[in-house]
Structure formats: structure tokens, C-alpha cells
């Protein structure tokens, strides 16, 4: 068993092997990768519709549930988050966005320098293999494939344009090329009708680099301080508790959930919570854990005359045919997201940046409560969903360890609708979603409002619909939050723990505040800059 190594990397999801590839490439660094869950290779996380199976399946998923959000009427929500190889992007609906240029203009105007737009860029066309040539703004050649769908996604999503068009909407080719608002089809990560996580992107292509190790079902405990540097990382693996020691760097990449937590069980967090948990201090930092953001949205569903991906996907014949298709050459519905169609638009015409993000599937499921739902089995009559999502909520929330067991799972308080802002969105986004399916030509073809359906007419019914009904999109970030101040961030601006030595956070944690949309993309771009700091740092030295 392994028992040094130059870097060692807390988690194989999402950043942590894009980090663990790129720390690898130089044969004299040796690379430790930890992941608590084992290995992807299942048909239904390689599967593209398959993550419908894996959203309640403990054995590769955390299954977090929040504490009650008072703005939601004392609900809990439930997050799903990965715990296998490749991480969240293993089971999420991979969407691919990246988010709008004064997202990452304003990390930079918060005091982090080298995040601005122009900065990040060349990060995440470094890691694409994109479908559309713009060589300003796509990269070709990386690992991760970025498929465009607009040719095989179900013609109802074309009735979703053209009515965003009626409306006055731009409708755009590209989400993430230079005029990326409007209505238009979604970008997705596969490779050849197979999930491109970055565990197939990354990790496999070399995994049998002599100097990469990755440790599978490894649950780490802590990070392992000398005074104040980290020098290692405990971990328990078949019920033994085993050290690695780490000679340069320990690096978390542990996810918007488990960096903050495993911070604050190795002593660095808020004095105070960890005193009352008995963990001796290694470093205060109060930002620990704070400043958590997330998406929050609501569906409408309707009933349509004309045919659904309900049609295809419901029936045994459908699914039948679907299957065959997809054995012969990788295309059809099994090989995309149900989530195919969107947009990016403003409240009023006056907002500088678009305020929603939009949302558009042929597939509905008002039939089956939502722990029964599968992706292959929606709604026996066609119907179609419509959601919405702010891009900038302003509200922030926290989570903390709930005791000094690292087998506990944190609270969690995502602290929904805290601002005026973001319930002023709130009220205006559910009467976009009402004026969208009232306009033409998707009006044509609409039979019924399904859910909340007609009897939810005014304004204080719709809102108070939507705190009965909206949840997450499971784009939780932000609390390892980067930023020049101690007391109120946890990373500087090349991602190093304020206060200690040899620590570092490379993953969507450390998001000065969340991006306006998906964030599997910018923690792509996150783990591809902070790779290339560590790299720098370690060449510097």
C-alpha cells in the first residue's frame, strides 16, 4: 500500500481527476488520488439517460438531505452528490455551461486576481474536445467531449424556440460562445453516446501511468498537520486506518459538501464550532462552511396533442426500439439528457445580464412520487416540463459538522429565498414560465396545465406554489469560498488555505459565488487552473 506521495488528492470526482491527470503528466511527480466510493463502471452511470437510475443508490451516491428551509415552509431538500469515481459528474445530467463572462470578471473584482474572463478561458478551452469550431471560444483536442445535441434532440424542443423567438427572444446556436442568451439547445458531455465524465476524460486514459494511484472505498478521516503545515492525510480502507503522507501538497477536492466538512474535522474552521465538537484549533478561519450557494427552481408540466419523449420512453415497444437504436450506433434518446432545450434571458429588458435560466424537457413525471421516478419511465399520456432558475441568487447559507464523527454527515442550511432580490425573482419567474407556455406556437399544442395547474391564479397563489414545490438543481458551491481575506474567505487567489501551509481547495467550493448556470463546466475550468498553479508552484520551487 502506498504510503507517500508528492501530491496527495482527495477525491476522484469531478476536479479531483482532472487535477490528479495533470499533476501526472510530469513523470517525477508522484500522485496519491483518494476516493471514498469505488468504481464507475456501471451501464447506468456510463449510460447518459442511466443517472435516473443512480439519483437514490447509496451505493454511489452520499444522498444528503438539508436541514428545513424556513422559505420553503420547513422542507427539507434533498441533495444527491457523487460518491464513486468521477464524482457528481458521474450522475449529473451533463449539461454543459459555462456560465457568462462577467460571472468570472466579478471573482476578479472581488479581490482574485487572475479569474477574470479573459484569465479562465484558455482553462476551459484547454479542457474541451468541442463539437462547434469557434476558435475563440472552443477548444479542440482536450479530454473532455462537449457534444452538440441540436440535430437529435425530439422536435417539440424546436416549438420551445420558435416560441421564445415569437416572443422577442434572441435565439442562439451556442451557450458558451460569444452571444450565448437566448432560447437554444444545451451542450452535453459524451463521447461517442457514453458519459464524458471526467473520470473518462481524465483518470482512465491514464490510469496506468506508473506514478498515479488512485485508492478506491478510501474514506478519509482527516487532513494530518505538523503545527500548521499539512504533511498528510488518515483514511480508513477495509476497516484499517491507514496514513499517506504527502511531500509537497495535500489537495481537496472533495466537492462544495466534503471540503468544508473535512476542513473543519482536521481543525480549520470556526474556533468556536470546533471546540464544541473537542477538535484542537489548527487554524480559525470563521468562512469555513459559510457562504453557501445554490440554484433554486420550480417545474410547470403540461399535457400536449401532439407527441412527447413520453411516447417513446414509457411504452415496452418504445423502449424496445430506443435500445436497439442506441446498440447500433450510439444515437437516439439513450444517448442524451432529458433536459435538451433552454435558455439564458432577463427579466426586464433594463437587467445588464440575463437573471433566469431556463429549462426545457419533452418528458414529464406528475404520476410517480419523485423516489420512484425512473428517466425510462415518465408520465403515460405526452406532456412536456418547463423550470426556471435565477442565474445570481443572492442568498447564502452554511453547513457545519454536526459532531467530531467523520462518518456524520454535515448540516446543511442552504438558507433559500433569505434576500428580497431573490424572492422578487422568484415572483417574476414563475410568470415568465406562465407567459412562455401562453404564447404561441407552443400555446398550440398545449391541452392543459398539468401542475400547478389553473386553480394557482394570482400572484401570492404562484409564489406560495413555488415555496411549496421549488428545490434545488444540485449546484451547491461557494463555501470554501476564494477570496484576500481571512475572515471571510477560505482560499487566496491561487487556492491556498489562508492560514496554513501545504493545503490547498481546487473544486467548485471555492467559487467566490456561484456562476449563471451548470457547475459541473466551471469546476472543470476551476481543477484545470488550479492544476496548472500547482504545477507552477512546484517548477518555481
Not at 400536449?304 to 411516447?311: E, F, G, I, R, Y
Not at 408520465?379 to 464523527?405: K, Q, V, W, Y
Amino acid at each position: 500500500m502506498i504510503e507517500e506521495a508528492d501530491y496527495v488528492v482527495i477525491g476522484a470526482g469531478t476536479a479531483g481527476c482532472v487535477v490528479a491527470s495533470r499533476l501526472s503528466e510530469d513523470p517525477w511527480t508522484k500522485v496519491a488520488l483518494l476516493e471514498a466510493g469505488g468504481s464507475d463502471l456501471s451501464i447506468w452511470i456510463q449510460l447518459p439517460i442511466g443517472y435516473g437510475r443512480t439519483f437514490f443508490d447509496k451505493r454511489i451516491n452520499w444522498m444528503f438531505e438539508t436541514e428545513a428551509v424556513p422559505a420553503l415552509g420547513g422542507r427539507t431538500s434533498y441533495w444527491p452528490r457523487g460518491k464513486v469515481v468521477g464524482g457528481s459528474g458521474s450522475i449529473n445530467a451533463m449539461v454543459h455551461v459555462r456560465g457568462f463572462p462577467h460571472d468570472y470578471d466579478a471573482w476578479a473584482a472581488a479581490g482574485n486576481p487572475g479569474w477574470g474572463w479573459d484569465d479562465v478561458l484558455p482553462f476551459f478551452r484547454r479542457s474541451e474536445d468541442h463539437d462547434l469550431v469557434d476558435e475563440g471560444f472552443h477548444g479542440r483536442g482536450g479530454p473532455q467531449h462537449v457534444t452538440d445535441i441540436s440535430g437529435s434532440v425530439h422536435p417539440l424542443c424546436n416549438w420551445f424556440l420558435e416560441t421564445g423567438r415569437a416572443m422577442g427572444y434572441p435565439v442562439t446556436a451556442d451557450f458558451n460562445g460569444p452571444h450565448g442568451e437566448g432560447f437554444g439547445i444545451y451542450q452535453i458531455n459524451t463521447r461517442g453516446g457514453w458519459r464524458a465524465s471526467t473520470a473518462n476524460a481524465y483518470y482512465w486514459p491514464v490510469r496506468h501511468r506508473q506514478n498515479l494511484t488512485l485508492i478506491r472505498k478510501a474514506r478519509v478521516l482527516r487532513v494530518v498537520f505538523e503545527g500548521r503545515r499539512a504533511v498528510g492525510v488518515a483514511y480508513i480502507q477495509g476497516g484499517r486506518e491507514r496514513v499517506i503522507r504527502a511531500r509537497r501538497e495535500v489537495v481537496l477536492c472533495a466537492g462544495a459538501i466534503g471540503s468544508p466538512q473535512l476542513l473543519q474535522l482536521s481543525g480549520v474552521g470556526d474556533a468556536q464550532l470546533l471546540m464544541r465538537h473537542g477538535i484542537p484549533v489548527v487554524a480559525d478561519l470563521p468562512a469555513v462552511g459559510r457562504n453557501l450557494q445554490d440554484h433554486l427552481a420550480v417545474s410547470y408540466f403540461y399535457r400536449t396533442s401532439v407527441p412527447t419523449l413520453n411516447n417513446v420512453l414509457r411504452p415496452f415497444t418504445g423502449k424496445l426500439a430506443a435500445a436497439i437504436r442506441y446498440m447500433i450506433d450510439r444515437r437516439g434518446p439513450l444517448s442524451m439528457s432529458v433536459n435538451q432545450a433552454g435558455g439564458f434571458v432577463r427579466a426586464r429588458p433594463e437587467d445588464p445580464h440575463p437573471t433566469f435560466q431556463l429549462y426545457f424537457s419533452p418528458v414529464s413525471y406528475t404520476k410517480t412520487p419523485i423516489a420512484a421516478r425512473r428517466l425510462l419511465n415518465p408520465d403515460p399520456f405526452p406532456a412536456f416540463l418547463l423550470s426556471f432558475n435565477a442565474c445570481r441568487p443572492t442568498s447564502r447559507g452554511h453547513l457545519e459538522i454536526r459532531s467530531a464523527d467523520p462518518f456524520a454527515p454535515p448540516l446543511i442550511h442552504p438558507n433559500y429565498l433569505a434576500t428580497e432580490q431573490d424572492i422578487a425573482e422568484a415572483r417574476i419567474g414563475v410568470r415568465l414560465l406562465r407567459t412562455i407556455a401562453r404564447s404561441k406556437p407552443l400555446a398550440d399544442i398545449i391541452v392543459e396545465e398539468l401542475v400547478p395547474g389553473p386553480a394557482v391564479a394570482d400572484e401570492d397563489a404562484l409564489f406560495a406554489d413555488f415555496r411549496a414545490r421549488a428545490d434545488t438543481v444540485y449546484h451547491p458551491t461557494s463555501t470554501c469560498r476564494m477570496g484576500p481575506d481571512p475572515r471571510d474567505a477560505v482560499v487566496d487567489a491561487r487556492l491556498r488555505v489562508h492560514g496554513v501551509q501545504g493545503l490547498r481547495v481546487i473544486d467548485a467550493s471555492v467559487f467566490p459565488q456561484v456562476t449563471s448556470g451548470n457547475t459541473n463546466a466551471p469546476t472543470v475550468m476551476v481543477a484545470e487552473k488550479g492544476a496548472a498553479m500547482l504545477a507552477q508552484d512546484r517548477n518555481l520551487r
